[in-house]
Nanobody
Framework: QVQLVESGGGLVQAGSSLRLSCAAS????????MGWFRQAPGNKREFVAA????????YYADSVKGRFTISRDNAKNTVYLQMNSLEPEDTAVYYC?????????????????WGQGTQVTVSS
């Protein structure tokens, strides 16, 4: 079992930065692939970024590539999403997700464990 708790969301202006954190319970955190997804009102949940257990492999949606960075600290059981140059289109609830074996990283149904989400609002 893994429990995930996101934090770090808020209201910022376009061009600003935010860092989201996802704290995970469980002693096997380092074995899990971690992902970030987001869902804007009226939209489907979409993939943002993912990171393999070792931290060496990272993957991004085209819409955030070059602006967002995913990282993890296995000693702290935490995964981060550094978001720079935020745009109003980034406004959404951001969710952290985890699973042991994930083949299709951008597929939300590949992740068994989810956090409750944190709101990010970017004003223009």
């Amino acid at each position: 079992q893994v429990q995930l708790v996101e934090s770090g969301g808020g209201l910022v202006q376009a061009g600003s930065s935010l860092r989201l954190s996802c704290a995970a319970s469980g002693r096997t955190f380092s074995s899990y692939t971690m992902g970030w997804f987001r869902q804007a009102p009226g939209n489907k949940r979409e993939f943002v970024a993912a990171i393999r257990w070792s931290g060496g492999d990272t993957y991004y949606a085209d819409s955030v590539k070059g602006r967002f960075t995913i990282s993890r600290d296995n000693a702290k059981n935490t995964v981060y999403l550094q978001m720079n140059s935020l745009e109003p289109e980034d406004t959404a609830v951001y969710y952290c997700a985890a699973d042991l074996r994930v083949v299709a990283l951008s597929n939300q149904y590949a992740y068994h464990y989810w956090g409750q989400g944190t709101q990010v609002t970017v004003s223009s």
